[in-house]
């Protein structure tokens, strides 16, 4: 079979997509031809987009199991749906390889203070749970505040806030070289305020477990 | 053989500027962790192949490559995931995340085989910013998950 007739073998099954509910990219794969294809995110199973292009032409993907072939010199093929046990068939083995998505936890603090409020306490069992689960644990340690106060001290209160997450996670055993803290003040609210406002949902260490 | 000196000299100290300059600059900062490994899996390194190892730290421009048995699955600083099933090679060209300081880019070179990639930060706080290139094509994504498999030549 020649590339040409392919692309209109490939066109004819994208027509029938249309009409259809699914068709089928069958193997043999062809020389030359790149696969690109839209996977719902692990986990959330939310579809994002994607658009393949070369110099020839360019095709959007916007649907789970999107699919298009390119080759070279020619625009990519028209989108066609792969079926989950193609999908499977082609992208398992990787897929079971790509890593967990990261899981971010987010601690609050008593004002002005690197006190933990009561209630975040306890999601300190949860974030080290999620450590456990992970084969090789990146552990991210973000301190933030609410705009009270000079945004030198509200660095250094973040700061602080980190720390004491980080000693919190130390002392439940993880490994320290895991374990990086940040500050980013009071640059980045959770919630937006004028400045000089006290908000406590502002006054937080973000934990994004990689 | 005198006349020759100068220009020896000259070689010499050439060589010895290049050598210099890297060692003098900072040492290359880490884009990324080895998350997942089995089988026959490497990392290449100015031209030179290693086992790839859970938790080995990966640099700007390494590629990553999987034998017959091989996959592996990498987490880069930004969130961002790619994995490779078997005799697939990549190479992380471009890596940029400073959001602070506006830097975000990306750019995954798929060269051979099968490969996932799974957006990050980078994707999400500049989706033009992240190039996922094979032979053939250039894939653009707005936050999301794309397999591409690489035709052989």
Redesign the interface.
Known sequence: MTVRSLGTALGLASIVVAGCARVSIQEPRQPGQDLAVLLPDSGTGVVGRARASNGAGSVDLTEARAATRVSRDRSPTPVAILSEADVQREFGEALASLPPAPETFLLYFQFESDELAPASRALLADTLEAVKRRPVPDVLVVGHTDTMGPPASNFQLALRRAQTVRTLLLAAGLDGNSVAVSSHGESQPLVITPDETSEPRNRRVAITVR | MKSHQPTTIAVVLGAVMLTAVPAAAQAPAAIG????V?GAAFIVRSGTSSAAT??AVLLETDSLRTGPDG?????LND?T?V????D?EARLSRYRYAPSEGALSLVVNFMRG???Y??GQIAKLSPDAVRLE????????????????????
Do not use: C, H, M, N
């Open positions: 962790r080895v998350k997942i089995s859970p938790g996959r592996l699955g990498v987490s969130d995931r994995s490779l099933g078997p697939s099968v490969a996932v799974a957006s094979t032979p053939a094509a250039i894939v653009g994504v707005r936050g999301t998950t794309v397999g591409l498999r690489v035709a052989a030549e």
